[in-house]
């Protein structure tokens, strides 16, 4: 891939998504792009930003963010703070959750690994305190090739091996002819699904008591890590909290979104929804 | 150093997952078949066994039942590495005393993430 290319590329994911691309990932840029190539009859990466560019509002430059943006993950990654969340975090809001229910939002959430494993917690949990409330999980994604993986909740031979024990999985999926393994509709019927980039407004997601956009923001440029902070702390609810990955922060990108004092590692926003800004 | 114990009638599986558990920090012997298992075994219980399915002279299902019978034979971890990964045969193994249970094929990622579901790293 030449130099212009390259450039091109990484303008449109930073454009579209917030994402960096540095040079020495340019390596990852055809691996990501080369089944939107391939579908298109496209031979050169090149060819595709020709035709991105020729036609700006076409769906294929959405598509091609996506695909340059959107990382997999596993089950139960990060465990201990879905085990947090379950054990002790919602079962401290559940007393005072309007209409019984508590609503969870797994920002960037991949192909719902992250919903399922917190479905499974919840499923299993024997909490008292979770025993007259609703949780209600949604998981988004930029990318619509993984929100629809994740609407269909089948997951391969590999995916499955990892993260989660023999346990759960025969506990909670079931294998099809295929060979791939289908979540219960236990599960599933705990989970919603939306496509959604998190540089754009989320309040129509609505509000949430508990959001985790884990290991999303680090590869962003800071002004669309305010950005994206700024979005998600908006659609906190008063007492809500959020979880960040391992290493991620939210210290100096957003005013008025602060280290929860409440729930150990995470922020919550000390201030209206109204008065939240993005940090200069 | 934890011991592990690979039981498969493979010669490239044995090398294979030896290669990935030694990584892992295990000290790695390994067996064709349940009897060689058994036999080595009784000389000295490993703290893992990784035990295929379908072998001759005995195979693991077999091992795993006279193994649980055996003194310190419920000492041992037991992952099950088997193509025979429908819920049927899963279920058999876990009901017969197996940890945990690996659906061939596997890859470094996979003995890592099910070795840490038992404890064993």
Known sequence: MDETTFQDVAELALNGSGQLIPPSKSYLIEARLAPILRREGLAEVSDLMGVIKARPASKLGTEAVAALTSKTTGFFTGRETLTRIVDHVLPMMAPTAADNTLRVWCAGGAAGQEACSLAILLEESDNEALEDVRVEILSTDISEAMTSAARAGQFGHFDVQKGLSIHRLLKHFSRLDTGDWQISPKLAGRIAVRTHNLLKDA??????????????????????????????????SDGGVLFLGEGETADGLVDGLKASRDVRGAFARDVERSALTAAA | MKSCLIVDD????????????????????????????????????????????????????????????????????????????????????????????????????????????????
């Not at chain 2, 892992?24 to 080595?40: T, W």
């Not at chain 2, 379908?54 to 419920?74: I, K, T």
Request: net charge negative.
């Open chain 1, 203 to 236: 309040s129509g997601l609505g509000e949430f008591d508990v959001i985790l956009c884990r290991n999303v923001i680090s590869g962003m440029a800071r002004p669309m890590r305010s950005r994206v902070l700024l979005n998600i702390a908006r659609q906190l």
């Open chain 2, 10 to 121: 493979s010669r490239v599986v044995r090398k294979v997952a030896g290669r990935i558990i030694h990584d892992l920090q295990f000290e790695v012997r390994e067996a064709g078949d349940g009897a060689e298992a058994m036999a080595l075994c009784r000389e000295k219980m490993p703290d893992a066994i990784l035990l295929d399915w379908n072998m001759p002279v005995m195979n693991g299902l077999d091992f795993l039942r006279a193994l649980r019978r055996e003194d310190g034979g419920s000492k041992p971890i037991v992952v099950f590495c088997s193509t025979e990964n429908d819920a049927e045969h899963i279920g058999e193994a876990m009901r017969s005393g197996a940890n945990e249970f690996i659906m061939k094929p596997f890859d470094a990622d996979i003995i890592h993430s099910k070795f840490a579901e038992v404890g064993l790293v």
